[in-house]
């Protein structure tokens, strides 16, 4: 059933030019050397201090490590952060 959907999805995508983060409701993240980055299609900050940020995906977790971080600006489904970034690591 999984490889149906999975297919499913795919071709959707393809048929319909759609970009696949869209589809199967991955984040996206947008980064800028290691100061700023942009994260969209995350479900709610889990955990936030200036040295952790860990969100809710959809399937997992996203925690971002690093000093300073800052959260710039915050909405339903994107976040901007800035700060010096050391490391990003998807959990399950």
């Known amino acids: 059933?999984?490889?149906l959907k999975r297919k499913f999805h795919k071709l959707t995508a393809?048929?319909?030019?759609?970009?696949?983060d869209v589809v199967y409701d991955l984040p996206?993240?947008?980064?800028?050397?290691?100061?700023?980055?942009?994260i969209e299609n995350h479900r709610g900050v889990v955990h936030f201090s200036s040295d952790r940020l860990?969100?809710?995906?959809?399937?997992?977790?996203?925690?971002?490590?690093?000093?300073s971080l800052v959260i710039r600006t915050i909405w339903t489904e994107e976040v901007f952060i800035e700060g010096v970034i050391t490391n990003i690591q998807l959990l399950p």
């Open 14 to 20: 393809e048929l319909l030019d759609m970009p696949q």
């Open 54 to 67: 860990r969100l809710a995906l959809s399937k997992g977790e996203l925690e971002v490590t690093g000093s």
């Open 28 to 38: 996206r993240l947008t980064m800028i050397g290691d100061r700023q980055l942009y």
């Open 1 to 3: 059933m999984r490889h």
